[in-house]
C-alpha cells in the first residue's frame, strides 16, 4: 500500500473538463490541487487552490513548477507531457499515476498498441505504421479498405480519416500531418471494423485491492469525437467478462493505480481491445449522474489509496455532449433553465473561456427507466442549450 496522508498535494497536469471534476472530487476530501494547462482560467483552475501555465512538453518548465509546489502527487488529465520527466519526477519519490512507464506506453498510439497486441497477444484490428506517404499507401493496400488513419500522437479524433480508397490516401496524409502534435510524423493504418457498438470499461486499479470494473458505457463518436455514452451498454455478460479480462490484462501490464477507461469495439462474435485511457474518459461523463461514486471520485480513491467498497448503477442514464458551432471569444449560454425543467435531467457547463466550432462546452445528463428514453432525454437537454457570443 502506498502511504498517501492527506490532505495530498496534487499536481493535475491538464485542466479541462475531466480535470475539473477530479479536482471537485479531491477538495471534498481536503486536498490541495495546482492545476496546469498552456491557457490560463482553464476549467479546472477555476476549482483548484492554484495554477500554473506552461508546456507540459517542456520538461524545464515541469521541473520549475515541481520544485516550486512540491507535490506528493502528479495526476496527468492528458497525453501530450513531457514523460521523461514524469519518469525522473517518480524516481524522486513523487507518485506519478496510473506510473510514469503507464504514462509513457500510453501517449503515443502505437506503443499502448505494441504492448496489447504484441506483448500481450490481444485481439486488435490489424494495424500498420507510415512515416511518409509512399509507406502509406503500401500499408494501405496491405491493410485493405476502408481503414482508418490516425496520427500516433493525437487525441479526439484530430487528423483521423476513413479511407474508403486508394485515392483517399494522399488526402488522409496529409490531414493527419496536418492535426499532428508534438515532434513525431508518424501514422497507424487500422482495418475499420464494422462495431455494433463500441463501449468504455472504467476499470479501477487499486494499490492494494483487486482491479474493479463500472458497468460497460456505450458510446456514439462522430468526427473521431464522442457525441452521446450510455449506462449501461446493453451487451452481454459473456461480452463484459470478455472485456474485463482484457482490461485487466492491459492494466496489469501497465501497473500502478487510479481509473482506466478502457475502449472496445464490440462485434457480434468479438470484443476487440481499441485503446485506454490512464485517467477518467470523456464517455465516462455519465457517471456524473448514474452511480453512487462517479469516474472522479473512484480516480481519486484509487490514486489515493482509499477504499472503494461498493460501485452501485443507481439508474439507467445517459451523457450528450454541449458543443460551440462557431468560433467565439467571450461565451454565454441560453436554454439552460428549459433543459433543467425535465425531471432527472442536469446540466455541466465547463466554464471554457472561448469557443470553436464543435468545441465540447458542456454536457447534458439524464436518467430514466431505460436507456433508450435517458438517451433521448439527454439529447433534448443538450440540444436546448446554446453556446452564443456574450456581447
Ligand atoms: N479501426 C477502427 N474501426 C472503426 N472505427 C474506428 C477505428 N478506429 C477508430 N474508430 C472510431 O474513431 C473513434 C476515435 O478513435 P480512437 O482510436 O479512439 O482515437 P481517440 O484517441 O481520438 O479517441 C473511435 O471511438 C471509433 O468510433
Ligand atoms: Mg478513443
Not at 100 to 116: F, G, K, Q, S, V
Not at 293 to 307: K, S, T
Not at 345 to 361: C, E, T
Request: glycine share 6%.
Amino acid at each position: 500500500m502506498k502511504a498517501i496522508n492527506l490532505p495530498a498535494k496534487i499536481m493535475l497536469l491538464g485542466a479541462g473538463e475531466l480535470g475539473k471534476e477530479f479536482v471537485i472530487a479531491a477538495q471534498r476530501l481536503g486536498n490541495c490541487v495546482i492545476a496546469v494547462d498552456r491557457y490560463d482560467n482553464a476549467p479546472a483552475m477555476q476549482v483548484a487552490d492554484c495554477c500554473e501555465v506552461i508546456s507540459m512538453l517542456n520538461g524545464d518548465d515541469l521541473e520549475r513548477i515541481a520544485s516550486k509546489h512540491q507535490p506528493d502527487l502528479i495526476v496527468p488529465e492528458l497525453e501530450a507531457i513531457r514523460t521523461e520527466k514524469l519518469e525522473e519526477f517518480e524516481q524522486r519519490g513523487i507518485t506519478v499515476i496510473p506510473t510514469a512507464a503507464a504514462t509513457n506506453y500510453t501517449m503515443n498510439r502505437d506503443r499502448i498498441r505494441e504492448l496489447a497486441h504484441t506483448q500481450l497477444g490481444l485481439r486488435t484490428a490489424k494495424y500498420g505504421y507510415a512515416q511518409n506517404l509512399d509507406e502509406l499507401i503500401t500499408i494501405s493496400e496491405e491493410i485493405g479498405f476502408p481503414n482508418v488513419i490516425k496520427p500516433v500522437m493525437s487525441s479526439s479524433g484530430k487528423g483521423q480519416s476513413i479511407v474508403k480508397n486508394k485515392s483517399g490516401v494522399e488526402q488522409a496524409w496529409n490531414y493527419a500531418f496536418a492535426g499532428s502534435r508534438g515532434d513525431t510524423h508518424k501514422v497507424i493504418i487500422e482495418e475499420f471494423i464494422d462495431f455494433d457498438i463500441e463501449i468504455t470499461l472504467l476499470t479501477i486499479k487499486q494499490w492494494n485491492a483487486p482491479t474493479i470494473f463500472c458497468p460497460p458505457i456505450g458510446h456514439r463518436q462522430e468526427r473521431g469525437d464522442y457525441q452521446e455514452s450510455w449506462q449501461p451498454a446493453g451487451i452481454t455478460n459473456e461480452q463484459i467478462l470478455q472485456a474485463q479480462a482484457i482490461a485487466k490484462k492491459v492494466t496489469d501490464a501497465l501497473g500502478g493505480a487510479g481509473i482506466f477507461g478502457v475502449e472496445f469495439f464490440v462485434t457480434q462474435y468479438e470484443v476487440i481491445f481499441s485503446e485506454l485511457s490512464p485517467r477518467p474518459h470523456d464517455t465516462g461523463m455519465v457517471t456524473l449522474i448514474s452511480q453512487n461514486l462517479n469516474e472522479f471520485e473512484l480516480h481519486l480513491r484509487a490514486v489515493l489509496g482509499l477504499p472503494i467498497p461498493k460501485i452501485e448503477l443507481f439508474d439507467c442514464a445517459a451523457s450528450a455532449v454541449i458543443l460551440a458551432s462557431d468560433k467565439l471569444d467571450t461565451v454565454a449560454y441560453t436554454g439552460v433553465a428549459e433543459a433543467l425543467l425535465e425531471p432527472d435531467v442536469d446540466i455541466r457547463l465547463f466554464g471554457k473561456p472561448n469557443a470553436n466550432a464543435y468545441r465540447r462546452m458542456g454536457v447534458a445528463l439524464a436518467k430514466a427507466e431505460d436507456v433508450t428514453k435517458a438517451r433521448a432525454k439527454a439529447a433534448q437537454a443538450a440540444s436546448k442549450v446554446n453556446v452564443v457570443n456574450s456581447h
